[in-house]
Nanobody
Framework: QVQLVESGGGLVQPGGSLNLSCAAS????????TAWYRQAPGKQRELVAG???????NYVASVKGRFTISRDNAKNTVYLQMNNMKPEDTAVYYC??????????????WGQGTQVTVSS
């Protein structure tokens, strides 16, 4: 079994920055594809930024140039650096990770979510 623990959410003013972390622990051989999603009240969950298994990244148009996804494979941790934040970035942010387990089978996991609020 694997646990994903997210941290770094909170309240920030427009134009400010936050750095989210998602640390994976447990039955892990290595991380495969990982991503950050978000869900605002009354809206569907949407993909914000993704890191594919081959190392390429992709972003939803609304965050391009402001958000950066990265990861530290040695620490099994994924990050989302959010700069120049806007009120419309307010949402619960979720980490999603595809993990190759010690038995070499691939499993998908979700974090518990962390609240991000952008407001003056």
């Amino acid at each position: 079994q694997v646990q994903l623990v997210e941290s770094g959410g909170g309240l920030v003013q427009p134009g400010g920055s936050l750095n989210l972390s998602c640390a994976a622990s447990g039955n892990i051989f290595r991380l495969d594809a990982t991503a950050w999603y978000r869900q605002a009240p009354g809206k569907q969950r949407e993909l914000v930024a993704g890191y594919t298994g081959d190392g390429s990244t992709n972003y939803v148009a609304s965050v391009k140039g402001r958000f950066t996804i990265s990861r530290d494979n040695a620490k099994n941790t994924v990050y989302l650096q959010m700069n120049n934040m806007k009120p419309e970035d307010t949402a619960v942010y979720y980490c999603n990770a595809h993990i190759l387990a010690l038995n070499r089978r691939l499993y998908a996991y979700w974090g518990q979510g962390t609240q991000v609020t952008v407001s003056s």
